[in-house]
């Protein structure tokens, strides 16, 4: 990505932050923000300014990250699957992942647990799901197959799809059951500002090496015959790429529930706009997923009286998007 197009794309990012940290239903005017940070700036005492305070810090700045993190995430791993895949038509979901930790979910409202158990359970589910995928196609096929990976994610995405669906049959209709819906629909209301804390560095990290496969990516997106004459281990980078992309996208999953759309849509997105070289792709889709769920939060924030999940309102974005690329995005293939 130039220079030029990295800026402009990290400005719009930064813009869109302020905009979701000033704006809001429980809102204020300029001349209180304008008061309210320069005391943060100069240093003083905030016990005037404490409900705007704890609004901030504790409420909007959590959300804000969330968006930035899980929309990096989703976007960087649905990218670097459609290029490992040569699929413009994956997402980060290919291999179960998001049933997996949905599922996970699902079992702990279901007996009761706390919010940490939950998380846990969550997370290991949703690589257990991706697990099981990678187990059947090693058992169908030594060479590492893409074909029977995508088989065996099908059926691994299947079968926890089944799986919830039967508990959510047996939940307590006016209890666990009604929690598990809205968490599959996705919701940032969710996001604990203390897993956040936990969570926000790994995550970066995962992003971050992502970003810096593109080149073998490239690689890959040539066959895999070719990939291995320029002497590049296709096997690694498979097991390198599904790893990191299930560890960032099942952390989403833990943090805001089943987020679509963004996986899918916005790779195809930066490939329109910047090309189909993934050393560029990958870190502009992460860019351009963190500004999607920006602008889809804070639509879904001041557009409605109630908080709609999150998950519908990338679905209801995401679909007009996707029509529009896609075409277009079928070229770079």
């Not at 257990?128 to 060479?143: C, E, K, N, Q």
């Not at 992502?210 to 004459?229: H, M, T, V």
């Not at 070289?277 to 557009?303: E, K, P, Q």
């Amino acid at each position: 990505m130039s220079k030029k197009a990295f800026t402009f794309l990290s400005i719009l990012l930064l813009g869109f932050m302020l905009l979701s940290v000033l704006i809001g239903k429980y809102g204020f005017n300029a001349e209180d923000y304008l008061t309210y940070f320069k005391a943060v700036i100069k240093g003083e005492d905030l016990k005037n300014y404490q409900v705007m305070h704890t609004l901030i810090t504790e409420i909007r700045l959590p959300r804000i990250m969330a968006c930035i993190i899980i929309g990096a995430s989703l976007a960087i791993s649905g990218s670097a699957y459609q290029a490992m895949f040569v699929n413009p038509l994956v997402s980060p979901s290919i291999l179960g992942v998001l049933s997996g930790a949905g599922f996970g979910a699902a079992i702990g409202m279901f007996f009761g647990l706390n919010e940490y158990l939950i998380q846990l359970s969550t997370f290991a589910f949703g690589f257990i799901a991706v697990l099981t995928a990678l187990s059947i196609s090693a058992f169908y096929s030594r060479s590492g197959s893409i074909i029977v990976l995508v088989l065996g994610g099908v059926i691994s995405g299947s079968l926890f799809t089944s799986l919830l669906s039967a508990l959510k049959y047996a939940a307590d209709p006016n209890d666990s059951l009604p929690a598990i819906t809205y968490f599959l629909m996705g919701s940032l209301g969710f996001a604990s500002k203390n897993f956040i804390q936990i969570s926000i560095l790994p995550m970066f990290v995962g992003i971050l090496l992502l970003a810096f496969s593109g080149k073998y990516l490239n690689a890959l997106s040539l066959g895999e015959e070719e990939a291995k004459s320029l002497g590049i281990n296709v096997t690694r980078v498979k097991i390198f790429v599904i790893l990191v992309a299930t560890f960032i996208s099942a952390l989403s999953v833990t943090i805001a529930g089943i987020i679509g759309w963004i996986g899918l849509i916005v790779p195809h997105m930066a490939r329109f706009i910047f090309g189909a070289d993934n050393r560029t792709v990958l870190s502009s889709s992460a860019i351009i997923g963190a500004i999607f769920l920006l602008f889809c939060d804070n639509f879904s924030r001041l557009m409605f009286t109630f908080e709609v999940p999150i998950g519908i309102v990338t679905s209801l974005f995401g679909i007009p998007i996707f029509i529009l690329v896609l075409r277009r995005a079928k070229k770079s293939f």
